[in-house]
């Protein structure tokens, strides 16, 4: 059975910093494929982070410069740094994992809000 369990979400001020976590269970982070969403109130959710593999990152425009993924394929773990945080990056926040060879996520965390004051 895959788990996926998000921590680290909370309360942060503009310009600041928070680290999430994905820890999962039963799906390895060395040989899937992994993606940070988030869905804002009133907001369809979108994806704005992705790691392959082979540790390869992708980032949405909205994001790029400002978060950074990283996973620890040793405590098969999926983070997320997120610096020079906005009001606008107030939301639910998701991981989810996927093979590789599959343009869907299969398996999503609980979500673990996240939000920016101004």
């Known amino acids: 059975q895959v788990q996926l369990v998000e921590s680290g979400g909370g309360s942060a001020q503009t310009g600041g910093s928070l680290r999430l976590s994905c820890a999962a269970s039963g799906f390895s982070l060395s040989t899937g494929c992994m993606g940070w969403f988030r869905q804002a109130q009133g907001k369809e959710r979108e994806e704005f982070a992705h790691?392959?593999?082979?540790?390869?990152?992708t980032y949405a425009g909205s994001v790029k410069g400002r978060f950074t993924v990283s996973k620890d394929n040793a405590k098969n773990t999926l983070y997320l740094q997120m610096d020079s945080l906005k009001p606008e990056d107030t939301a639910m926040y998701y991981c989810?994992?996927?093979?590789?060879?599959?343009?869907?996520?299969?398996?999503w965390g609980q979500g673990t809000q996240v939000t920016v004051s101004s």
């Open positions: 790691i392959y593999y082979t540790g390869a990152t």
């Open positions: 989810a994992a996927r093979s590789c060879f599959s343009p869907e996520y299969t398996y």
